[in-house]
């Protein structure tokens, strides 16, 4: 459930936003708890509108913002962290 829980991608892009990609890259390590890869598809394929919070206040607040850095570019950096994902394990 890791790609529709909107805190995880939060996370994700908070450490992409304060590091080069490089370099967060380095430090997140994403472990698949089955063998097959349906997490990382579908971290492929994050849309913040689809993702969820818990509690629905946090949510509104995130998606606050969210919007103000743009959804776009929300779910850009958290697709491009798993696409990293997937060429690292392809070397």
Excluded: G
């Amino acid at each position: 459930t890791y790609p529709e829980r909107l805190w995880c991608a939060w996370e994700l892009f908070v450490t992409f936003a304060f590091a080069r990609e490089e370099q967060a890259a380095e430090r997140v390590v994403l472990l698949p708890l089955d063998m097959n890869r349906e997490a990382i598809v579908r971290l492929a394929n994050f849309d913040a509108h689809k993702a969820s919070c818990y509690d629905p206040n946090e949510e509104a607040r995130l998606r606050l913002v969210i919007d103000a850095v743009s959804t776009i570019r929300f779910n850009s950096r958290v697709r491009s962290f798993a696409a990293n994902v997937v060429a690292s394990r392809t070397m």
